[in-house]
């Protein structure tokens, strides 16, 4: 049997934690629980995280606590510059024990002549992540965002995606 047919690689697209119900760590467990849900649904084998605070994180780590090879696909060197030193080491930790760590404003198609953060370079991330992947499992609220840009391109790539903000909204108890 042909190994290929049985990878399902799997890329996450989500909120921020302003969105979600903020920085508390309690938010981020249900969180890491509703990925961990879904990638057993979805049958991940491998999964790509876009590494920003929130939910695409909580994928991260649900994906390492399942043992699921990790892609972190960052936009550029420096992403998590203006973060809070707790959240620079748990992206620190994630790093070390990702799979593969992509620079995708570095990589041939994504590249940008930017500097430091720019809108774009989190575009390119994104549609690296979809290009790469079979499925998108987002979180997204339906908002002009970020994710709402990633989930777009997914559906112009006709890439599956799995919406879990009806779960998420259940979960949280709104």
Same mark, same amino acid.
């Given at each position: ?37 879904? &990638? ?18 909580? &994928? ?30 748990? #992206? ?17 198609? #994504? ?16 549609? #690296? ?7 998108? &499992?987002? &979180? ?35």
């Amino acid at each position: 049997m042909d190994t290929d047919l049985m990878n399902k690689i799997i890329a996450g697209t989500g909120h921020r934690p302003e969105k979600l119900g903020g920085y508390k760590d309690e938010v981020f467990t249900r969180l890491i629980a509703l990925c961990s849900a879904s &990638l057993k649904k979805m049958q991940a084998t491998e999964v790509i995280s876009g590494m920003a605070l929130g939910f695409d994180q909580a &994928l991260a780590i649900a994906a390492i606590e399942l043992e699921i090879p990790l892609v972190a696909a960052i936009p550029f060197k420096g992403q998590d510059d203006k973060w809070q030193q707790q959240d620079k080491e748990r #992206y620190e930790d994630i790093l070390f024990r990702a799979k593969q760590i992509v620079y995708v404003d570095k990589t041939t198609k #994504y590249s940008t002549e930017h500097i430091g953060y720019s809108a774009e370079k989190m575009q390119k991330r994104n549609e #690296y992540m979809v290009d790469h992947c079979d499925e998108l &499992l987002a &979180l997204f609220d339906g908002t002009a965002s970020g994710t709402a840009n990633c989930v777009n391109y997914a559906e112009t790539q006709r890439k599956p995606v799995l919406n879990v903000w009806k779960s998420w909204v259940k979960y949280r108890g709104f």
